[in-house]
């Protein structure tokens, strides 16, 4: 669509491709001019840390404290109990409040890097809905607000109507969740002034019927923005790599392979990833998604780089690049690959190079392994291993095993 933004942050939106819809452009953009707009980014707890599919959103949040307004963190701690049927083929687990808790502690973990928490009008400030959610009387709560829902506008919403049309079952459970989201979005408007939601466009229809519920009982004009799906330009869904989620938690995915990650953009993504995922200027972005042959190397250690320090500092993402360059110019071993340490143990009755490639994550299933020792694809300490039976004492790891997969994925094995 062709809009000409007035204020800064619907500008950054647009230049730098995190727009995919929004409920009411013009309205949006002059309540960003007319002064401090406070908005959200709801996040359940389904796991300890968020990955790197949450990355996008995290900057867009990190956008908007740039250009001077408030972002608001909510946390699912009520939501996380019911379970998002969004796009899903099947009911999520559901986890006690217990684990609920320590994954949201968890969670916080990041947003600290990217937001300035505080008391300030444009200081970041991270809410639970269990705070309101919790204590909910359900028959007040249908009569004041499920009456404002629609059975049959519920089930056109994409996200309902592509589990239906699969024939998967729905439970009742889950479909209640747009629900509560929606009047999430009515609780923080009435208590922190939240003027708009954000969100991936899977999240599309219950940022609507917020801004509908929000209006329909306290007659507030508020907005919804969202961000495009993001896939590479090979099609596939952003935040996988070849060991499994890309998680943002150090404890859960070590810096260098968080660098590593951005280190492995294809060509095609060099530009699009800089815009979305770093601060440098829009032109350079450009230039440098344009490159060519070996410069666009360069261009990928620059993303590793800036991504890594934005999450993990710069240190991190320093020695992350000197390991990298020592790893795949100078044959070395490097201090920072992800290590796996074996007990003596482990390895008295020898330990094999399948179920060595398994512990370190270079390889599924033995069965991988196996496949990609046949291919040609395993090094260890930089020598081609063509022999899969091949076992390991504690008299070999006197010093570490460099284990390389293919050419970009290294792991140490070491004795503990």
């Known amino acids: 669509m062709t809009y000409h933004p007035k204020s800064d942050f619907m500008r950054v939106m647009f230049e730098r491709g995190f727009v995919a819809d929004c409920t009411d452009y013009q309205a949006l953009d ?3 001019v007319k002064g401090v707009v406070p908005a959200y980014i709801g996040y359940d707890a389904t796991a300890a840390s968020l990955h790197v599919g949450h990355l996008m959103n995290i900057m867009v949040l990190r956008w908007l404290q740039k250009t001077g307004h408030k ?4 946390m699912g701690g009520g939501t996380t109990k019911v379970g998002d049927p969004s796009f899903r083929s099947e009911e999520r687990p559901l986890l006690t409040p217990e684990k609920i808790d320590e994954n949201i502690a968890g969670l916080g973990k990041v947003f600290a890097r990217y937001l300035s928490y505080g008391d300030g009008p444009t200081d970041a400030i991270m809410l639970n809905n269990a705070e309101w959610l919790d204590n909910l009387n359900y028959l007040e709560f249908l009569r004041d607000i499920g009456r404002h829902f629609s059975v049959n ?4 919403f ?11 079952s729905l439970s009742f459970l889950e479909f209640n969740y747009m629900i509560l989201q929606a009047y999430d979005f009515l609780e923080i408007n009435r208590r922190y002034g939240c003027l708009l939601q954000m969100g991936g466009s899977d999240q599309w229809g219950n940022i609507v019927n917020g801004v509908d519920l929000t209006r329909r009982v306290i007659d507030k004009e508020i907005y919804g923005l969202t961000t495009p799906l993001l896939t590479t330009s090979d099609g596939k869904k952003m935040g996988k790599s070849a060991n499994g989620a890309v998680w943002l938690n150090g404890d859960m995915l070590s810096p260098y392979e968080f660098w590593q990650f951005w280190r492995n953009t294809t060509d095609a993504d060099v530009g699009k990833f800089l815009k979305i995922f770093t601060e440098l200027p829009v032109e350079e972005c450009d230039r440098l998604g344009a490159l060519q042959g070996s410069e666009i190397n360069e261009a990928k250690v620059l993303l590793a780089n800036l991504a890594t320090a934005l999450l993990h500092g710069e240190e991190a993402a320093k020695a992350a690049e000197a390991t990298a360059r020592e790893v795949f110019e100078k044959g070395g071993i490097g201090g920072e690959l992800p290590t796996v340490t074996v007990s003596a143990e482990e390895l008295a009755e020898g330990l094999g190079i399948v179920q060595l490639m398994v512990k370190a994550g270079l390889a599924g299933s033995g069965k991988d392994a196996k496949r990609l020792i046949g291919e040609g694809g ?3 300490n930089d020598e081609l291993m063509s022999d899969s039976s091949r076992r390991y004492g504690a008299g070999d790891l006197a010093e570490p095993l460099k284990l390389t997969a293919g050419k970009k994925r290294h792991a140490l094995v070491v004795l503990g």
């Open 153 to 156: 506008r519920m089930l056109s």
């Open 158 to 168: 994409e996200s309902v109507k592509s589990r239906l049309d699969r024939e998967q």
């Open 30 to 32: 002059e309540a960003l």
């Open 71 to 74: 972002p608001i963190t909510l």
């Open 378 to 380: 395993l090094r260890v």
